[in-house]
């Protein structure tokens, strides 16, 4: 059985860093591309970061360009999200999700469309 499990979230201060962790089962990970979206209060959900080692694809969204970054333990079947210069736009509930992956886009597999529970992210003074 497939399963995603999310872990790391929490509460910071602007400026502060999380970081959050996929723990992946039911299939090996390396064959598949592993993201990360979050939806805003408010907000459409938002793709953040993926990563596909099959072919070494790796995305970010405009928005977390250069403050965030995506790992992955194929070791421990996990996938990280470092995420640092937070802002309070940052702020909504974050998932890891089998993804569709490619240098410029990030999208939702539908034929293998699995995710985890949510981690809340909130960054607030």
């Known amino acids: 059985q497939v399963k995603l499990v999310e872990s790391g979230g929490g509460s910071v201060q602007p400026g502060g860093s999380l970081r959050l962790s996929c723990d992946t089962s039911?299939?090996?990970?390396?064959?598949?591309?592993i993201g990360w979206f979050r939806r805003a209060p408010g907000k459409e959900r938002e793709g953040v970061a993926c990563?596909?080692?099959?072919?070494?694809?790796?995305y970010y969204a405009d928005s977390a360009k250069g403050r965030f970054t995506i790992s992955r333990d194929n070791a421990k079947s996990m996938v990280h999200l470092q995420m640092n210069g937070l802002k309070p736009e940052d702020t909504g509930v974050y998932y890891c999700?089998?993804?569709?992956?490619?240098?410029?886009?990030?999208?939702?597999?539908?034929?293998?469309?699995?995710w985890g529970q949510g981690t809340q992210v909130t960054v607030s003074s």
């Open positions: 999700a089998t993804v569709l992956c490619t240098p410029t886009r990030l999208r939702r597999d539908y034929e293998l469309d699995y």
């Open positions: 039911g299939f090996t990970l390396r064959y598949l591309a």
């Open positions: 990563f596909n080692e099959v072919d070494g694809s790796i």
